[in-house]
């Protein structure tokens, strides 16, 4: 004798061969999206990244502060005049909407010296927290085995994922190249 089945039960459509082929493709097209989500988040701009007019008004004014800095013990202690290009890695306090709200300035600094012919002399590629107030407070990391505990100390989360995943120097060689005509 045949088992009935009770009048409540939900009869399934059997899935076939096709229809499950059209699932996993599905489910490797969703998981590859997402991958490719997560493999370009590093560079995208980061959550407190300010906007472009405040960010380019911010680079200038941190260029400005790190050419004129006298403080002889300085991560950036040079002999020539001094010239540089930042690239803006994050502010204190984030998502700024003015330049005069930026109490510290994480950037990425290339800098380097020139003497009288204009030529490059010497330079420095370097992450750095520049406090905005008057005076200008410039730190950056130690050398060697220094550099990724002072990195982990001076820097936010964020912005020691950029610093860690990323070098800036040869990105900003063009800009340093185009200040040094600029001043000369």
């Not at 002999?79 to 109490?103: D, K, M, N, Y």
């Not at 001076?154 to 950029?162: E, G, N, T």
């Amino acid at each position: 004798m045949k088992k009935r089945r009770p009048a409540s039960t939900i009869n399934l459509v059997p899935v076939g061969k096709i229809s499950m082929a059209w699932i996993a493709g599905a489910t490797v097209l969703m998981l590859a999206a997402g991958a490719c989500v997560a493999w370009l988040q590093p560079w995208r701009l980061t959550e407190d990244e300010p906007a472009v007019d405040v960010r380019n008004e911010l680079n200038a004014r941190v260029v400005r502060a790190l050419e004129g800095f006298e403080d002889p013990d300085a991560p950036l202690g040079t002999t020539g005049r001094l010239f540089c290009a930042v690239r803006i890695l994050g502010t204190e306090p984030p998502a700024v909407s003015a330049l005069p709200q930026v109490r510290t300035a994480y950037v990425w600094a290339l800098c380097s010296t020139a003497h009288g012919n204009g030529e490059p002399d010497s330079g420095s590629s370097m992450p750095l927290a520049v406090r905005l107030a008057d005076p200008v407070k410039v730190v950056g990391p130690g050398n060697g085995s220094l550099w990724e505990p002072d990195v982990r100390r001076i820097f936010p989360p964020h912005v020691q994922k950029l610093i860690f995943d990323n070098a800036y120097g040869s990105e900003l060689e063009p800009a340093l190249q185009q200040r040094m005509r600029q001043v000369s």
